[in-house]
Nanobody, 124 residues
């Protein structure tokens, strides 16, 4: 079992930056692929980024490549999402996700556990 708690969301202007954090509890964190998804009002939840166990590989949605960076610190049981050059279309609730025990984490069906989400609003 893994519990995920997101933080770091907020209001930022177009072109600004935010860093989201996801604190995880549970002994399986270091061996679980982790990721971020987002859901904008009236839209389906979508994949944003993921990182493999121990951080060897990262994956990004085309819409955020070159602007967002995912990382993890297994000593702190935390995964991060650094978001730069933010755009109004990035406005959404951002959810931390984990997969157990291993495998790709790039779609909703891959997720074993979800956090409750943190709101990111980018003003134009």
């Amino acid at each position: 079992q893994v519990q995920l708690v997101e933080s770091g969301g907020g209001l930022v202007q177009d072109g600004g930056s935010l860093r989201l954090s996801c604190a995880a509890s549970g002994r399986t964190f270091s061996t679980s692929p982790m990721g971020w998804f987002r859901q904008a009002p009236g839209k389906e939840r979508e994949f944003v980024a993921s990182i493999s166990r121990r951080g060897g590989s990262t994956f990004y949605a085309d819409s955020v490549k070159g602007r967002f960076a995912i990382s993890r610190d297994d000593a702190k049981n935390t995964v991060y999402l650094q978001m730069n050059s933010l755009k109004p279309e990035d406005t959404a609730v951002y959810y931390c996700a984990a997969r157990y025990p291993f495998g790709d984490l790039r779609s909703l069906k891959d997720v074993s556990w979800w956090g409750l989400g943190t709101q990111v609003t980018v003003s134009s």
